[in-house]
């Protein structure tokens, strides 16, 4: 079946533009993760989705960050007044919540490159 | 918090060479542990799990063994091939929350 898909795949702004990014996960996942992956800091848990609980975004850099997940499915992450330091790959994942052990394995999407001029 | 500290890169060994990457972590409770691999110009996949202590997680011609008793989960292959050369991840997860992950540690295989 299809895997996790986000668009853009690339997106070049200038400094202060807000910039949207788009997460469609897995059919049926309840759970949908974004992390930041940039040169020197690795890959950055952002924020958690989980069903029709209140999102976990304690991994949010700052208060331009925002997110969003419409109908439990597709979600939006918003970046306003971007800054240089923005730019990074910005990974979505998402994931089954059916009891499966202690684990659960998290399928990641291609990624946005996001470059702030 | 819950870390994950894995070798620093980057690593350049020949072919057939015996590969071992270093992963300890830092976790309240019974984490599960993975090793994330990501190929060039490819998103991130994942490479094997362990969810409990003694595990050993396997794909590819690739191990890890959970060692609670050293907080470790080292990747290991024994005969690497050009084809292995990426980006590795070691991270760990409880149950539905985040996934932490290591610095990454690239590794690169020389014909």
């Known amino acids: 079946g299809a895997g996790v898909s986000q668009s853009p795949s690339n997106k070049v702004t200038e400094k202060g533009k807000d910039v949207e990014l788009r997460c469609d996960p897995i059919?049926?996942?309840?759970?949908l993760y974004w992390y930041r992956q940039s040169l020197g800091q690795g890959l950055e848990f952002l924020i958690y989705?989980?069903?029709?609980?209140?999102?976990?975004k304690s991994g949010l850099p700052s208060d331009r960050f925002s997110a969003e997940r419409t109908g439990g499915s597709v979600s939006t992450l918003t970046i306003q007044r971007t800054q240089q330091e923005d730019s990074a790959v910005y990974l979505c994942?998402?994931?089954?919540?059916?009891?499966?052990?202690?684990?659960?394995?998290?399928?990641f999407g291609p990624g946005t490159r996001l470059t702030v001029l | 918090g819950d870390s994950v500290t894995q070798m620093e890169g980057p690593v350049t060994l020949s072919e057939e060479a015996f590969l071992t990457i270093n992963c300890t972590y830092t976790?309240?409770?019974?984490?599960?542990l993975f090793w994330y691999v990501q190929y060039p110009g490819e998103g991130l996949q994942l490479l094997l799990k362990?969810?409990?202590?003694?595990d050993k997680g396997s794909n590819k011609g690739f191990e890890a063994t959970y060692r609670k008793e050293t907080t470790s989960f080292h990747l290991e292959k024994g005969s690497v091939q050009v084809s292995d050369s990426a980006v590795y991840f070691c991270?760990?997860?409880?149950?539905?929350?985040?996934?932490?992950f290591g610095q990454g540690t690239r590794l690169t295989i020389n014909p």
């Open positions: 989705f989980q069903g029709n609980s209140a999102p976990d």
């Open positions: 976790a309240t409770g019974y984490p599960s």
């Open positions: 059919s049926g996942h309840t759970a």
């Open positions: 991270a760990l997860g409880k149950g539905a929350q985040k996934l932490v």
């Open positions: 362990a969810t409990k202590a003694d």
């Open positions: 994942a998402s994931s089954s919540t059916v009891p499966r052990g202690t684990y659960n394995e998290q399928f």
